[in-house]
């Protein structure tokens, strides 16, 4: 298991070789009505088709970094790129997912998915993605759903319409917001497992906010510990289990190791 922390920034492991997609370069971000510091000078790289995921305390700036990183936020210094193109704002090539699935009671499945694509691009350009749309459906299991409304979906099957309206605007990478939060544990579980098909079917690149230590851990190849606010990256630890992960990789001695060394390491310094 690789492990690199450089002077306070934590930088992916070299074993992780696909192509920059996305570089973070000093980025912090005070909000000086309030006097809090909420990051301070975060380095990081993501590279083509891996999974990262970021944990730390509760107010360490994860949230904050995450709408920085979608171009919902400014940063006060530093410099946000994705595919060699500064974030100065919402793209269609930022893929964001929240930790409610937030589909328009009133518009059935399909059109909550083609939602992005009207709001850009007008109803003809939404009703030209039908057929994309369909496709999503079927990859996350919901072939035959797309004419029903949200109530007849249960909390499952709506974020999983939630990830097709994200993945219908085809982009470079996925930013998800403790996504499966809201789910009981049993959906949970399940929701991640089809999250990592969905990604690996599809190479995307993504970064994942939480709470959870074994999520982390079971769905990256690298996990990002921060530090108490001013939030900055303290350790990268490389998720050496092989892929496809599943649920019974938990009882590997190797993913309780991980689950510990994040852990203590977020007791003995995070939280004091």
Same mark, same amino acid.
């Given at each position: 298991? &690789?492990?690199?922390?450089?002077?306070?920034?934590?930088?992916?492991? &070299?074993?992780?070789?696909?192509?920059?997609?996305? /570089?973070?370069?000093?980025?912090?971000?005070?909000?000086?009505?309030?006097?809090?510091?909420?990051?301070?000078?975060?380095?990081?790289?993501?590279?083509?088709?891996?999974?990262?995921?970021?944990?730390?305390?509760?107010?360490?700036?994860?949230? %904050?970094?995450?709408?920085?990183?979608?171009?919902?936020?400014?940063?006060?210094?530093?410099?946000?790129?994705?595919?060699?193109?500064?974030?100065?704002?919402?793209?269609? @090539?930022?893929?964001?997912?929240?930790?409610?699935?937030?589909?328009?009671?009133? $518009? %059935?499945?399909? /059109?909550?998915?083609?939602?992005?694509?009207?709001? $850009? #691009?007008?109803? &003809?350009?939404?009703?030209?993605?039908?057929?994309?749309? $369909?496709?999503?459906?079927?990859?996350?299991?919901?072939?035959?759903?797309?004419?029903?409304?949200?109530?007849?979906?249960?909390?499952?099957?709506?974020? !999983?319409?939630?990830?097709?309206?994200?993945?219908? %605007?085809?982009?470079?990478?996925?930013?998800? @917001?403790?996504?499966?939060?809201?789910? #009981?544990?049993?959906?949970?579980?399940?929701?991640?497992?089809?999250?990592?098909?969905?990604?690996?079917?599809?190479?995307?690149?993504?970064?994942?906010?939480?709470?959870?230590?074994?999520? &982390?851990?079971?769905?990256? @190849?690298?996990?990002?510990?921060?530090?108490?606010?001013?939030?900055?990256?303290?350790?990268?630890?490389?998720?050496?289990?092989? !892929?496809?992960?599943?649920?019974?990789?938990?009882? #590997?001695?190797?993913?309780?190791?991980?689950?510990?060394?994040? !852990?203590?390491?977020? @007791?003995?310094?995070?939280?004091?």
């Amino acid at each position: 298991m &690789a492990v690199l922390s450089i002077a306070g920034e934590a930088v992916a492991p &070299a074993g992780l070789l696909g192509r920059p997609v996305y /570089e973070l370069r000093g980025v912090s971000k005070t909000f000086v009505r309030r006097n809090v510091q909420a990051l301070d000078k975060v380095d990081l790289v993501l590279r083509e088709g891996t999974f990262s995921s970021i944990i730390g305390p509760s107010g360490c700036g994860k949230s %904050t970094l995450l709408k920085i990183m979608a171009g919902l936020q400014p940063p006060s210094s530093g410099s946000v790129v994705l595919e060699g193109k500064p974030v100065m704002g919402p793209r269609r @090539d930022i893929g964001m997912m929240f930790q409610q699935a937030t589909l328009f009671p009133w $518009r %059935t499945t399909i /059109e909550n998915i083609v939602l992005p694509i009207e709001i $850009r #691009d007008g109803k &003809a350009a939404a009703r030209a993605k039908h057929d994309q749309a $369909r496709q999503l459906l079927d990859l996350v299991g919901l072939k035959g759903f797309e004419n029903v409304y949200p109530s007849e979906l249960s909390g499952g099957m709506a974020q !999983r319409a939630a990830i097709c309206r994200m993945l219908i %605007t085809e982009p470079a990478v996925l930013l998800l @917001d403790e996504p499966f939060s809201a789910l #009981d544990e049993l959906s949970r579980d399940f929701m991640n497992m089809e999250l990592q098909r969905i990604c690996l079917e599809r190479n995307a690149t993504s970064f994942l906010v939480t709470h959870s230590i074994p999520e &982390a851990v079971i769905l990256s @190849d690298v996990v990002y510990v921060m530090s108490p606010r001013p939030g900055r990256f303290v350790e990268a630890i490389t998720v050496d289990l092989p !892929r496809p992960r599943t649920l019974d990789m938990m009882s #590997d001695p190797r993913f309780g190791t991980l689950v510990h060394r994040i !852990r203590n390491h977020l @007791d003995k310094g995070a939280f004091q």
